[in-house]
């Protein structure tokens, strides 16, 4: 997550096009994330005290994640294959 790679990715993109870039770090335990809220540039970092944030693989250079599964990677849950922790009820 050197300086001179991610000044020259943010150069490569459209960095005030709503999308949401999120970079992660040599470990894999910290992810770095950016999006333009409209009037500034917003930066959000996490780092997990125990495991590593699960990384898509990258065939093309950029992944892209549904709302669901960048919610799970934040969490640090494998969105890959989310399992259910438990069986829904029905309310009655």
């Known amino acids: 997550m ?3 790679c991610g000044s ?9 096009s709503g999308h949401v ?3 992660r770090g040599r470990r894999g335990d910290l992810i770095k994330v950016l999006w333009w ?3 500034g ?3 959000f970092a996490k780092r997990l005290e125990r495991g590593r944030f699960v990384w898509p693989r990258l065939s093309e250079g950029a992944a892209h994640l549904t709302p669901a599964q960048l919610a799970m990677l ?4 494998d969105w890959r294959h989310p399992v ?3 069986r829904p009820e029905l309310a009655g």
């Open 21 to 23: 870039f999120v970079f």
């Open 74 to 77: 934040l969490e640090g849950i």
């Open 84 to 86: 259910r922790t438990f």
């Open 8 to 16: 020259h990715l943010i150069g490569a993109v459209r960095i005030f």
């Open 41 to 43: 540039l917003c930066l």
């Open 37 to 39: 809220s409209g009037d």
């Open 2 to 4: 050197g300086g001179h």
